[in-house]
């Protein structure tokens, strides 16, 4: 049978994936993207412990959802960054974005 | 009584025609000379109905409001008060100021006529009377501090009046710093004083004094307080100022030397005489400061070209003279001098005033038979002379006699006969000034004409000041009247005059002998000056550069000031400096270090928030 | 279900992995959208459907398209290297392995409560509608004036300025 411990760790699976991604990537893009991973996998476990736990409440469905609303404005306030910097700088290269130092 | 419950207007209306003429006639010039005058006779006019309530009644009046107050449920930490004091001491004393005022500020009509700053003028006399006034009626040392610094200010202002003058400027700051260094003194003193007393007020000063025992400390703070006068007063060594002063207007010096800021220091010692009375060393000290400034002065006056240099040196010995007979232990000599000087002092100073502005030029050589010309400044000039040298029956008599009395009856021996030697040396070098400069040829081509009626109605009115006043304190006076000078201003016990005939015998000689030796140099040439200059060179140029005091400050500003100031410059710079330099110097270099580690690297701090997790959670699950 | 449920999550990972690695951006996009469905497939294992089509809705729908868009709005240079790794490669996968080891020891090691009576069948739309518009009614409205806000600001971020 498959339980709260599996979600778990797939969950966890995709959070380390997300965070590899926003660690390791130089598009900024791609940054996002794992940043996206990260949000879902965490949703995953809201739902989940939500319908192993508490499966007559909804609360992690709702919670879920507003993560899913914020994700959703993140992306676009990113994305125009985005755009804004290469429009700039003609680049989304992350790493070459360091002059905010010293 | 109900006229001296207003005393306190004497100071004012002098501080309003200040105002009066700064807020709204600076721009009218003869209205703002018209204002002061006015206000200062105002005061003169209250000064002497308060003078004669208090010789009818001689009480003490004490005002005081308590203007700030610290004090815990058990002792007073602080207490100022401001209030006001009429006692007869301060009423003959604000009868001098005010009167001495009044006059110049009338002789000052004519006297600075055409001056740009003419309003400026006036606004600073009436400014310096109110200081003058506030010192003599304030109740306690703290006030008389206050208006101390003022009358201080405004000898400043006044000797640096033609500031564009580079000696007038240097003479201001010279009168400035002299007398900051001994207010200093005086600062300490009254601090000490209330940390002993846990007053600044004259009066408790006076009661609490007599029983306390400490010996040391009423000495210590004695000779504090005496520093303070002996800045104001000029007597040796912060005498260096006074013959500098001169740069200032004439009119000013008469204020100065006879009425108001000299006159302070003398006027403090007799109103805190109950500190300095109370310690026989304190007393000595200011008998001997006073003997060897009359004495030291008088010498340096007798080879003086500038007319007012002579004068200078002269008031610096006759306060001198003050000095030592209030340390003798005669507070009613050195005041009563201090009266009668006043008016010979300030009847010479406006008369030289007079002088010079008819021959625009301050050396007697180039002055001479200017009693043909102007005959009205020329004899009175003659007469203030004469009084100052103390012949009989002038008011400088009256008060010499009875100061050299005092000394021998304190059993002063060596002051006694130092005072004679000064009485010849001062009519010596009053008349060597009066045969070359009024009498004899004329000595360059001037056109000296008698000054208008402003400048000469003063002279006419203090020469007979001059020829009078010493009266007061005779004992035809006090038979005729029941008082006299010396029973209204007294300390602990009132006098009555009386006439010592051999001293006043031996000083009236010594005095003729001083005015026959000048008549025989400068007016019969019996005996050539230039030949006693040569043959006495060395003294001369010694007396000619005043025992090179100034030379002597001078080096030791120059090498002990300045090189303790390079001391302290290397401490501060080096020491003090490299210390706080070299911490900040090691936290600068730390954070040139330190900021690498914000590379701006956006990835590189998400990478260390994540490691930095992954140990928390190691930490927390282990 | 075991077999759904395994389906799932092996497409999941695979798709998520395989958007991290690509060097190709395009690549990665559609990777990504992939694993969002595999996602929603997993949702509609817990019974969420409703927010099953959420997910395809706004993640497929909204966010992948403007990723898209993003994409294409900056590209530069050959698509075959367009998503490349930073020096960080070694020790981002290093942390991310050892992060991943530790969050798995930490949950086989939590003993989680059993269910509290489970309800199967229950309409979640109604429950789930119900909770948004009366306890979170505040947080409700705040999320849709805070997607306001940021299409304001992307506007305004975005536009071209001369």
Known sequence: MIGLTHYLIVAAALFCIGAYGVVVKKNAIAVMMGLEFMLNAININLVAFNHFLHPNLVLGQVFAMFIVGIAAAEVALGLAIILSLYRQRHSIAVDEMDILKW | ?622 | MIIIFYLFSFLLLAFALGTVLSKNLVHSALLMIGSFFAVAGLYILLQAEFLAMVQILVYVGAIAVLVVFGVMLTRKGSVKDSNLPNRYKKVGALSAVIFFALLVRSIINTSFPAPSSPVVGANTIIQIAQTLLTQYAVAFEALGVLLLVAIIGAIIIGKETK
């Open chain 2, 1 to 622: 009584m109900v006229i001296e419950q207003f005393g306190w207007l004497i100071p004012v209306f002098p501080l309003v025609a200040f105002l009066l003429i700064v807020g709204v006639t600076y721009r009218f010039k003869l209205l703002s000379a018209i204002v002061a005058t006015f206000f200062a006779g105002l005061s003169l006019a209250l000064s002497v109905l308060i003078m004669v309530q208090k010789v009818i009644n001689p009480v003490t009046t004490e005002k005081f409001i308590n203007w700030l107050s610290i004090s815990t449920p058990t002792q007073t930490l602080l207490n100022i008060q401001l209030g006001y004091l009429m006692d007869p001491l301060a009423a003959v004393m604000s009868f001098i100021v005010t009167l001495v005022a009044t006059l110049v500020l009338l002789y000052s009509i004519g006297y600075m006529k055409g001056d740009e700053g003419f309003s400026r003028y006036f606004a600073y006399i009436s400014l310096f009377t109110f200081s003058m006034l506030g010192l003599v009626i304030s109740n306690n040392y703290f006030q008389t501090f206050f208006f101390w610094e003022l009358v201080g200010l405004c000898s400043y202002l006044l000797i640096g009046f033609w500031f564009f003058k580079p000696e007038a400027a240097d003479a201001s700051k010279k009168a400035f710093i002299t007398n900051r260094w001994a207010d200093f003194g005086f600062l300490v003193g009254i601090i000490g004083l209330f940390t002993v007393f846990g007053t600044f007020n004259f009066g408790q000063l006076a009661t609490q004094i007599p029983q306390y025992q400490n010996a040391l400390i009423l000495l210590g703070l004695g000779l504090l307080v005496f520093l303070g006068p002996v800045g104001k007063s000029a007597q040796f060594p912060f005498h260096v100022w006074l013959p500098d002063a001169m740069e200032g207007p004439t009119p000013i010096s008469a204020l100065i030397h006879a009425a108001t800021m000299v006159a302070a220091g003398i006027y403090l010692v007799a109103r805190g005489y109950a500190l300095f009375y109370s310690v026989e060393n304190v007393m000595q000290v200011i008998a001997y400061v006073g003997g060897f400034t009359a004495l030291f002065a008088a010498t340096i006056a007798l080879v003086q070209k500038d007319i007012k240099r002579i004068l200078a040196f002269s008031t610096l010995s006759q306060l001198g003279y003050m000095m030592m007979a209030l340390g003798v232990g005669s507070m009613t000599s050195g005041m009563f001098h201090l009266t009668t000087h006043a008016f010979f002092k300030a009847l010479l100073f406006l008369g030289a005033g007079s002088i010079i502005h008819a021959v625009h030029n301050q050396d007697i050589f180039k002055m001479g038979g200017l009693a043909k010309k102007m005959p009205i400044s020329s004899w009175t000039f003659v007469i203030g002379s004469l009084a100052l040298c103390g012949i009989f029956p002038l008011a400088g008599f009256w008060s010499k006699d009875e100061i050299l009395t005092v000394t021998l009856q304190h059993h002063f021996v060596g002051l006694f006969v130092l005072g004679t030697l000064v009485a010849f040396l001062t009519a010596f070098y009053m008349f060597r000034l009066i045969f070359i400069a009024l009498f004899g040829q004329k000595r360059s081509d001037h056109h000296a004409h008698e000054s208008p009626w402003t400048m000469t109605l003063p002279l006419i009115i203090l020469a007979v000041f001059s020829i009078f006043a010493g009266l007061v304190n005779t004992p035809w006076f006090y038979q005729w009247t029941g008082f006299s000078f010396s029973t209204l201003v007294y300390f602990h016990e009132p006098e009555i005059p009386v006439i010592h005939w051999s001293i006043a015998g031996l000083s009236t000689v010594a005095a003729l002998l001083g005015i026959f030796t000048a008549w025989m140099i400068y007016a019969r040439r019996l005996i050539s000056a230039d030949m006693l200059a040569t043959k006495m060179s060395f003294l001369h140029r010694v007396l000619s550069n005043k025992y090179y005091i100034d030379e002597l400050y001078a080096w030791l500003f120059k090498y002990v000031m300045l090189g303790l100031g390079k001391v302290l410059d290397f401490v501060d710079h080096v020491v003090i400096d490299g210390l706080f330099d070299g911490t900040a110097g090691a936290i600068r270099a730390t954070g040139v270090r330190l900021r690498l580690f914000q590379t701006g690297r956006l990835q590189q701090y998400a990478l260390l928030i994540f490691v930095a997790v992954a140990i928390l959670v190691l930490w927390g699950v282990r």
